[in-house]
């Protein structure tokens, strides 16, 4: 009697205990659901626009890393759902060639479904008012913190007390300039103007798949660009065409390649063509598509593309690929380029800027192809083994305060 008399009592005490566990983590599994969901809104819509002060230089970092770390993501109450793809535009001060993609932008059907993220190395009121407007999607401003702007007179700007870029190593030495033990393969010294495209390109790519909290579990593409491109109209259908198609036909290529540089020579017969190849920096390197999987063999490699010595991003790609990256990158190609380059200003050339003469060739050519746009099913010509792509390398990324920045962009961003 007194055995079953303790049974009961110990099944009963068994009973108490599970509905204690079951209540405990209930109540703890909505409270951590309720702080996860109160994280996500904080990181998207509640995020505050920063008011941008361009006063000083010091407050303008102050600006920037306040923006970085708010990311206000523009017309998102207007686009609530979940990216169908991402497309990151690189600025710098071209603002007449940035109006004409912006205007680009809003001609793409399906436009409502992107994110256009807008990464800046130059800041100015102009070119931030007129990413300000845009209504047809949503948009997010990040901001490139290690400008030359914000450091006009030290590293990584151009410090008065760097080497000239021709001085010799021994006079260099003698002198006792800055960077003096450091210059490229080709006997120069670092100009600041020259690096900074390289520096922002390998930040940004950090910054988006790392630190831009909308994009936490986003595993589509993401479409590099640059403000003088201009995108056809059917530029998201045709990306999602492409997608589809190296599912099916092209499961080991790392990249979709929206673009070239025919602009748009030949379209009517190659409106929907495509074809594979290995990477090559004269030929993919504008409207690049990639997802994180190549994105994280890339970091694999932060040390190998940081201390090469080239200024352009995409010549160290190249040699990363095949290299550092043991099997090459394999490219599916749009061969009707969806990505013009109208640009006749950049690094190199800074006068006699034509935007308006390019705004006139870019109607004619659409006025031309309009009627092929859209093509209903893409054809794939395997193009032959993807190999490894040797180039002499173009120097200008010799010094080793530029090869520590680039690296530590994976720790400090």
Not at 4 to 11: A, E, M, Q
Not at 279 to 298: A, D, F, P, Q, V
Not at 341 to 353: F, N, S, V
């Amino acid at each position: 009697m007194r055995f079953r008399l303790l049974k009961k009592n110990f099944i009963v005490f068994l009973v108490i205990v599970i509905v204690f566990i079951m209540l405990f983590y209930t109540i703890r599994r909505t409270k951590d659901d309720s702080n996860m969901e109160e994280t996500d809104k904080e990181s998207t819509h509640t995020a505050v626009m920063v008011k941008f002060d361009y006063g000083t230089i010091q407050n303008m970092r102050k600006s920037i890393y306040d923006s970085n770390y708010r990311q206000f993501i523009q017309n998102g109450d207007q686009f609530p759902l979940d990216p169908e793809v991402v497309i990151v535009v690189q600025v710098h001060n071209r603002p007449a060639y940035l109006k004409m993609l912006i205007q680009s932008l809003e001609k793409v059907t399906g436009i409502q479904n992107a994110l256009v993220i807008f990464s800046h190395d130059y800041f100015s009121e102009e070119i931030s008012g007129m990413v300000k407007e845009i209504a047809f999607c949503r948009v997010l401003q990040i901001f490139f913190p290690y400008s030359i702007q914000l450091y006009p007179n030290e590293f990584p700007g151009q410090d008065p007390q760097d080497c000239p870029r021709d001085i010799s190593k021994d006079d260099a030495i003698k002198k006792g300039c800055l960077n003096a033990k450091h210059p490229d393969s080709y006997g120069h010294y670092r100009e600041a103007s020259i690096t900074q495209t390289k520096h922002h390109w390998w930040w940004k790519l950090h910054f988006v798949f790392e630190r831009v909290r909308i994009l936490r579990g986003y595993n589509g593409y993401v479409v590099f660009i640059e403000e003088d491109n201009y995108l056809l109209p059917d530029f998201h259908e045709y990306l999602k065409s492409m997608s589809e198609l190296r599912k099916t036909s092209c499961g080991d290529c790392d990249v979709l390649a929206l673009g070239n540089h025919n602009s748009l020579s030949g379209f009517h017969e190659l409106s929907s063509k495509t074809e594979t190849s290995g990477w090559l920096s004269t030929k993919h390197n504008i409207g690049m598509g990639i997802t994180r999987e190549l994105y994280y063999k890339l970091m694999g490699c932060n040390n190998a593309f940081c201390t090469y010595d080239d200024y352009n991003w995409d010549w160290t790609l190249q040699n990363l690929s095949g290299t550092c990256i043991s099997k090459p990158i394999k490219v599916l190609v749009a061969l009707g380029s969806r990505v013009i380059h109208t640009g006749d200003c950049g690094l190199h050339q800074k006068t006699d800027c034509r935007p308006e003469m390019a705004q006139e060739k870019v109607d004619s050519a659409l006025k031309d192809v309009k009627s092929i746009l859209f093509p209903p099913i893409l054809t794939l010509t395997d193009n032959g083994p993807v190999v490894h792509q040797p180039h002499m390398k173009n120097g200008g990324w010799g010094d080793i305060r530029d090869h520590t920045l680039c690296v530590n962009y994976a720790a400090r961003l």
